[in-house]
């Protein structure tokens, strides 16, 4: 069965610049989520997406901004990175939040490093 | 503010062995409660859930125990097998369509041989 795709899996920059983070969910999965996962953390949510809209918001930063595409994948954009980014990403999706709400899927994430 | 506390980081258990971990929450308008179970260098993978309705909810091996009253709810694992050593996080989540999972810090469990 098809999973949550994220790209790349492993990512370097150096502080100030710029990365870009992509999640395929799930084909017809409606929702996506990005966490953030720092070290020795919990998963943060950060924002989240239903029929390329945006759902929620939690504890992003300004210097972030995320998108959901007509095909639903979805970018998650970091400018000015900090040292305090690097951390694990994951993004997960999920379909119908009724009474059959089976959790998200996740992605394996992509671990950000900024040097 | 943690609104998901799992207050143990670590538990080593013994292969064959029932494995108990506990998470605690503050916000009364969770009612629906995860566990997520993760692999190194893997997601979070959804294990079993449980809706506020309910206090006890079994799958196999695994089962999660809810006691509203006190705002606690347990994974019990048993028998507990090797392949069971992971990070399990406890998650939560009110009935909004959108609202979003919170987290607990998660417990690594380890199997013992």
């Known amino acids: 069965a098809a999973g949550v795709i994220q790209s790349p899996r492993h990512l370097i920059k150096e502080k100030r610049e710029t990365a870009t983070l992509k999640c395929y969910p799930i084909p017809r999965h409606d929702t996506v989520y990005w966490y953030q996962q720092g070290p020795g953390q919990d998963p943060q949510f950060l924002i989240s997406?239903?029929?390329?809209?945006?759902?929620d918001k939690g504890s992003i930063p300004d210097r972030f901004s995320a998108q959901q595409f007509s095909d639903y994948h979805s970018e998650l954009n970091m400018s000015s990175l900090e040292l305090g980014d690097s951390a694990l990403y994951f993004c997960?999706?999920?379909?119908?939040?009724?009474?059959?709400?089976?959790?998200?899927?996740f992605g394996s994430g992509t671990r950000l490093t900024v040097v | 503010d943690q609104q998901v506390k799992q207050n143990s980081p670590s538990l080593s258990v013994q292969e064959g062995r029932i494995s108990i971990l506990n998470c605690d929450y503050t916000?009364?308008?969770?009612?629906?409660f995860l566990w997520y179970k993760k692999y190194p260098a893997e997601g979070p993978t959804f294990l079993i859930s449980i809706s506020s309705i309910k206090d006890k909810n079994e799958d196999g091996r695994f089962t999660v125990f809810l006691n509203k009253s006190a705002k606690h709810l347990s994974l019990h694992i048993v028998p507990s097998q090797p392949g069971d050593s992971a990070v399990y996080f406890c998650a939560a989540k009110s009935g909004g369509r959108d609202d979003k999972i919170i987290f607990g810090k998660g417990t690594r469990l380890h199997i013992l041989p």
């Open positions: 916000n009364s308008m969770f009612d629906y």
């Open positions: 997960a999706s999920s379909l119908d939040q009724g009474p059959n709400f089976y959790g998200y899927t």
């Open positions: 997406f239903y029929e390329k809209m945006q759902s």
